[in-house]
């Protein structure tokens, strides 16, 4: 019977790489939203989309999860240091949109991820 992978590392990995993006460049530029850095496009942001991609070619098995898994932990902590600072922020729902479709070219980078890993050989 084979063995399957225990996900937890992987997971593990995106939430670091998630946390990280945002923190980050947030600490770094002294904003309290990290997208309103423009190291944010420059640094954190390819820092998920390579995340993703490495965890993609790692882990194979529907490789989507990796993206979302960053993309929903980089949310959750930005949500949390918002509500340590202010309060619920007013623009939650914006805020949301814009994790959704930072999320569609990371799931992208993990297919791409998992399409060459699965041409190379092992």
Not at 5 to 13: D, G, M, R
Not at 25 to 32: A, E, K, S, T, Y
Not at 74 to 90: E, I
């Amino acid at each position: 019977m084979a063995r399957t992978a225990s996900p937890i590392v992987p997971y593990a990995i995106a939430m670091v790489a998630g946390v990280l993006a945002w923190d980050l460049v947030r600490l770094l530029g002294g904003r309290q939203e990290a997208w309103d850095d423009p190291n944010y496009w420059l640094i954190g942001y390819p820092l998920m989309l390579i995340a993703a991609f490495v965890l993609g070619l790692g882990f194979r098995e529907r490789p989507w999860r990796w993206a979302v898994a960053i993309v929903a932990t980089q949310a959750a902590w930005s949500l949390f240091l918002a509500l340590a600072a202010d309060g619920v922020p007013n623009l939650l729902p914006l805020g949301l949109i814009m994790f959704a479709l930072l999320g569609v070219p990371c799931i992208g980078a993990a297919y791409v991820g998992k399409w060459i890993g699965d041409r190379v050989p092992t």
